[in-house]
Nanobody, 124 residues
Framework: QVQLVESGGGLVQAGGSLRLSCAAS????????MGWFRQAPGKEREFVAG????????YYSNSVRGRFTISRDNAKNTVYLQMNSLKPEDTAVYYC?????????????????WGQGTQVTVSS
């Protein structure tokens, strides 16, 4: 079992930045690709970013590419999402997830473990 706990969410003005963290416990995440997803009220959960087991390959949705950066520190069993130039449409609950594969998936149903989520609110 892998337990995931997100932190770092909050309220920020448009144009600001936040850094989300996802701390894992129970097992090392070095053999898991990791993803960040988000879900706004009334909308489906959507893929935001993903990172391979080594961290050498990253993937982003078109809506965040160039503004968000996913990274991981396997020694610390932690994954990060640096979010810059935030927009009101980025407002959502952000979740991290782990999949037992070397590369992440853009499909939420393929992930094995999920965190409880952290709220990000961007004011205009």
């Amino acid at each position: 079992q892998v337990q995931l706990v997100e932190s770092g969410g909050g309220l920020v003005q448009a144009g600001g930045s936040l850094r989300l963290s996802c701390a894992a416990s129970g097992r090392t995440i070095s053999s898991y690709a990791m993803g960040w997803f988000r879900q706004a009220p009334g909308k489906e959960r959507e893929f935001v970013a993903g990172i391979s087991t080594s961290g050498g390959t990253t993937y982003y949705s078109n809506s965040v590419r160039g503004r968000f950066t996913i990274s991981r520190d396997n020694a610390k069993n932690t994954v990060y999402l640096q979010m810059n130039s935030l927009k009101p449409e980025d407002t959502a609950v952000y979740y991290c997830a782990a999949v037992r594969n070397w590369q992440p998936s853009r499909h939420h149903y393929e992930y094995d473990y999920w965190g409880q989520g952290t709220q990000v609110t961007v004011s205009s």
